[in-house]
């Protein structure tokens, strides 16, 4: 057994904001990496209730390590953004083990969690072996946590002969339950992909919307500051069956619009937002961001700086699968009023902003993975809504092209995909959300010729609840299919996707739910959609 010890680091919290901080030694303590002081309170503090309300987690699975989270809270809904805790550093302990019951316990250590972060943890534990279950809890005080299970990567490079994860976005607590959650938390899981929209900004009505159940008034408010953003982190992470995907698995999370707010594009807030102006806005971006920070397994590597978060980056599973994780918000030009509008071709205009783009193109160049995965927000192939002037194809007052998605950054879509395309990459596949709706497409060399090249393939996952039941499809979808002939599926129920992928097979299982605005709904797999080795597109089972 190894045991790993934090130096002692004498620190003094001021009244300064975090990215104000600079020194090295503070930010371990920030971090929750450092000891502090030998106080008893901070030792061996006190609950009134269980200080883990909202769960433990686990995240950024490498061959040797992953991060394990969880959040002292003992009043997650307290007004003030605390979680019912004193604003004095606790000590939380740690433990991984190879077994269920931590009879064979390989690291155990401890770190500190400060008022600065909401009494996050965020525990990065290294030298574990590769591509091995592990089995985590914690403690402060004489609270224990409950058992989270994870799961490290294999070793980079080294033979897999098959991998299992789900994907889902998108989780409106307000529009309904989590019951998707509760199914994939079922299943048998190395890994849990989430790509955005893990809490909305929008204020919650008394009654708990489609939920029914009473939250404090003061929910009613548009999320704007740091402590409206972590009470609205602590609804959220309060459900079980949320509590329960995290717990069974490590996730790899991205974040899209409405961790911040809806629509927002680099440094330009939406239209209609309490906070217009540019210093306003990106005051409000550090705070949503380390509130995101703070509620997610994230490794110190995404710690915000201000309005700054370092997001994107990548996974390997041995020889099977390389995930590219991309953080499509933060350096996009604006969106466009009008998807149609011409500018969307300007060659200027980029999604992922220039770094960004030039790290995914030299990585998946340099990729000897199987399946090459981009698990990212918007939805990437071209998706034409159709015209009023059709009446054969109602489609529901939508129109044209999407203002806010690669349709209207074609040239950054052209850049990457072409690029992916001349570096020849193996089986890029994309994983995105954002839409709420299912959708398996072809993304195309050119979409006004269906018999150009498929240079990549599309699974759009549906929402986890973000508008309420849905149903089969709707109008936009029956002329959609139509119009866009690289599109082969469409549904809009809610669920997750699960994907089971080989050597030669990566097969997509659509599961959807019958309604989520009542729990416990069954489950049932939609479509099934296969694809093949060295042949792009995806096709039913
Ligand atoms: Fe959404
Ligand atoms: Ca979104």
Redesign the pocket.
Known sequence: MTTQRNGGVGVRFGRRRLFQLGGVSTAAVLLGTGAITTDRSYAAPTFGTDPFSLGVASGDPLPDSVVLWTRLAPDPLAEDGHGGMPSRPVRVHWEVADDENFRHVVRRGSVAATPELAHSVHAEVHGLRPGREYFYRFRAGREHSPVGRTKTAPAFGAPLSSLTFAFA??QAWHDGFYTGYRHMAAEDLDLIVHLG?YIYEYGIPADGGNRGIAVPDYFAEEAVSLKRYRTQYGLYKSDPDLQAAHAVAPWIVTL?D?EVENGWAGDVPEKDTPTPTQPEFLERRASAFRAYYEHLPLRSTALPTGPDMRLYRRFTYGDLAEFSLLDTRQYRDPILDDGDDPARLDPERTLTGDEQERWLLDGMAASRARWNVLAQQVRVAQFDHGSETDPDLPHDGWEGLGRDCWDAYAASRDRIFGGIAERGVSNPVVLTG?W?RNLVADIKADYADPDSATLASELVGT?IS?GGDGQDIDNLGRAGLIVNPHVKFYNIQRGYVTCRLDAEQWISDFKVLPQVTTPDAPVSTRATYVMENGRPGAEPA
Request: glycine share 0%.
């Open positions: 976005s998108c929209d899209d409405h954002d709420h929402s973000s």
